[in-house]
């Protein structure tokens, strides 16, 4: 677990998509882990959830557990897969449990304002 480091991610955070805002918090995670950028989590609470739908795709990391994935649903689009959580971590990374966290694209931002 030393290459994975979490921290209080600092100011706030938005994730937007389909010109709708789906997070917004000041209670964000960064996670850090090994060469790659880091990545936000958001508490489940801090996140509008109406716009995710759950989907049937998973995924394992040996460092964090299995993740759980989410569709994020607009009026204007679907995106499949756009969002994951770790619904019950790995004890080194619990803090990230009820958090998800976005993949960045030329459709959702991800972004400190």
């Known amino acids: ?22 997070a917004e918090s000041r209670n964000a ?3 850090n882990e090994g060469d790659h950028p880091y990545v936000v989590y958001f508490p489940r609470g ?4 109406a716009f995710l739908d759950k989907t049937d795709h998973s995924s394992h990391c040996p460092k964090k557990g299995d993740a759980s994935y989410y569709s994020i ?3 204007s689009t679907e995106l499949a897969n756009a969002a994951w959580s ?3 971590p790995f ?6 449990k009820d958090h998800l966290a976005f993949y960045a694209s030329e459709f959702v931002t991800v972004e400190r304002v």
Request: proline share 2%; hydrophobic share 50%.
């Open 29 to 31: 995670l960064q996670l």
């Open 86 to 88: 770790y619904e019950d």
């Open 46 to 49: 801090d996140v509008a959830m």
């Open 1 to 22: 677990m030393s290459d994975i480091t979490i921290q209080k991610a600092a100011g706030t955070w938005t994730v937007r998509a389909g010109g709708a805002v789906l």
């Open 91 to 96: 004890p080194g990374v619990a803090e990230i």
């Open 73 to 75: 649903i607009t009026k």
